[in-house]
């Protein structure tokens, strides 16, 4: 049984659902057209070399934020209502999927990857907070959590969610002084690790 402050949870989750949607419409929609394909005869094979570099960051950043609306899902789905703190957490979270859109077109360009690299990474880095933020809170603080789990295996998770998300941002912001690629290589990798679903939930 809820108490009185507790929310339906429902509008919540189609909101932030429909948030999330349009932010991977946007990421799409930052695809850049060459500025002489209508006056140029362009091959498909020089088109691709055009687009490649802007379908790799695109490519990451889609991953990144479908990986995290399954794990929203997942967190709702274990929430028997919600209450105003997590919805303004929530919020906060779906704000920092928002700064993604920005820096994964800028990373598409053909200049200045690095400096667009860190801020992306940036952008990854306040998303994992949130996020963790919000899943902590939810299941420690808010009562309105219901799990198999004992408290033991939460707080190992919790950890463990700790070190593969922030902390992997932090480690892939060093590596862009020494290769941007090897900071998007790390991301992608970490962030496959996250598709296979939990046994236990």
């Not at 490649?52 to 934020?65: E, T």
């Not at 296979?196 to 939930?201: A, D, R, S, Y």
């Amino acid at each position: 049984m809820t108490d009185k402050k507790s929310i339906d949870k429902a509008r919540l989750e189609n909101f932030s659902d429909g948030v999330i949607a349009i932010l991977i419409t946007i990421l799409v929609m930052a695809f850049e057209i060459p500025e002489d394909f209508l006056t140029k005869k362009y091959s498909i094979f020089k088109l691709l070399e055009y687009l490649v570099p802007q379908l790799i960051p695109y490519g990451i950043s889609f991953l990144v934020i479908a990986v995290h609306l399954f794990n929203h899902h997942i967190l709702f789905s274990k929430m028997k209502a919600v209450d105003p703190t997590f919805i303004w957490l929530n919020l906060l979270f779906l704000f920092s999927l928002s700064l993604i859109v920005y820096p994964t077109a800028l990373l598409g360009q053909v200049h200045n990857q690095e400096t667009a690299t860190m801020l992306l990474v940036g952008a990854y880095f306040i998303k994992a907070v949130t996020f963790r933020l919000l899943y902590h809170y939810a299941i420690f603080n808010s009562g309105l959590y219901k799990t198999k789990k004992t408290k033991k295996e939460l707080i190992n998770d919790a950890v463990i969610n700790w070190l593969k998300g922030p902390l992997v941002e932090v480690v892939a912001f060093l590596l862009i002084f020494i290769n941007y690629k090897l900071a998007l290589a790390l991301i992608f990798v970490v962030t496959l690790t996250y598709i296979i679903p939990p046994k236990k939930i």
